[in-house]
């Protein structure tokens, strides 16, 4: 795990028609699977010479959520449906109606039994992992916000001792949850993550689009966009709040300089927390590595695209990233430090030597 950000380099850029809105790595290899703007799922292995995607056809939507289980490969998509599909022969397993309205993500415990997902219904649902069995139904969140706009539920987490949920909305609403019961154990806002425009377009735009918990589980990073002047455009600086959730405070807010602009759309944790990433974008894209401990940026640049999802290898020196008409293989190996040349021997030893 010999990591240094700052020597991020592009070691492959794949052009793809449309957007790649989610993707999930098989373990220990470059195959991705990966949920497009055209309904599809495609499986990529980005270790070939020639890539040649296979395609993986049944959402009636745009696919908005992806997670590699130990025998499946699951999506979700805007139409509500969660499919279940083979990895190897591509065929669907099952296909079940998750939710009401626009499914907008799906992730997976860390011990792999779980799988929770939250869509524009307001709910946010629990399912085995493997069976597709409903465990249960979360709901807390507004349907309406306070100026009477309707709200989202953006995007959700597992705490890595797979006891907790987190789930966070449009109007920058953060909830966490008991896994086990369902109770509420908590609740956060990161009003700085929202802006509503009360006079010329009574609109409300941002919300919290990414959040992730800390290797540790003590802390919640979620991402957004700061405040903006025009609702039409993602003109602020990216964002990203990090909570310690249980004291329910901000430890963290970080915009950088205000040069890189657009939503931080997914949050990536080195597993160690050495230093957490955030990306996403406005018409292009960015990137942003932080340092917790030190409370700064480490590097921060613009990416070859707006970027949706993130994915890391096991070394955690490789990231994977997709989002508009594309996906990007970056590499953040740590240079080696030259070794240094053996000392002489000493002229005495020399001569005693001959």
């Not at 997902?117 to 139904?137: F, H, P, Q, Y």
């Not at 939503?263 to 942003?288: M, N, R, S």
């Amino acid at each position: 795990m010999a990591t240094d950000p700052t020597k991020i380099k592009v070691v492959k850029e794949i052009t793809r028609p449309g957007i790649l809105f989610r993707i999930a790595r098989m373990p220990n290899s470059g195959r991705l699977f990966a949920g497009s703007s055209d309904y599809k799922v495609y499986d990529l292995d980005t270790a070939a010479e020639e890539i040649e995607p296979v395609e993986m056809v049944g959402h009636k939507s745009y696919v908005m959520g992806l997670v590699k289980t130990d025998a499946h490969v699951v999506s979700a998509g805007y139409e509500g449906q969660l499919i279940w599909w083979n990895p190897e022969n591509h065929e669907q397993v099952r296909a079940i109606e998750g939710h009401e309205r626009w499914i907008r993500n799906l992730t997976q415990s860390p011990d792999g039994g779980s799988l929770v997902s939250v869509a524009d219904d307001m709910s946010c649902k629990v399912w085995n992992a493997e069976s597709g069995e409903l465990i249960r139904t979360l709901n807390g969140h507004d349907a309406v916000t306070e100026h009477n706009m309707r709200n989202m539920l953006y995007c959700c987490a597992v705490s890595p001792n797979n006891e907790f949920i987190a789930t966070a909305d449009r109007f920058c609403t953060v909830v966490v949850w008991n896994m086990n019961t369902g109770k509420e154990v908590a609740r956060m806002r990161a009003e700085e993550l929202y802006t509503w425009d009360p006079k010329q377009r009574i609109h409300a735009i941002g919300g919290i689009r990414s959040v992730t918990f800390s290797p540790d589980g003590n802390a919640l990073a979620v991402g957004g966009v700061g405040h903006i002047g025009n609702v039409d455009h993602l003109d602020a600086p990216a964002r990203m709040t990090v909570f310690d959730w249980q004291k329910q405070e901000k430890t963290h807010v970080f915009e950088g300089d205000g040069k890189f602009k657009g939503l931080t759309e997914q949050i990536l944790f080195h597993p160690e927390g050495k230093w957490v990433l955030g990306a996403g974008g406005d018409h292009g894209g960015i990137y942003t590595f932080y340092d917790l401990e030190k409370n700064e940026v480490i590097k921060q640049d613009k990416a070859p695209m707006h970027i949706h999802s993130l994915a890391m290898d096991e070394s955690c020196e490789t990231i994977y990233a997709a989002g508009h008409n594309k996906l990007v293989v970056w590499s953040i190996k740590a240079e080696k430090e030259a070794e240094q040349p053996a000392e002489e021997p000493a002229a005495e030893a020399e001569e005693e030597a001959s």
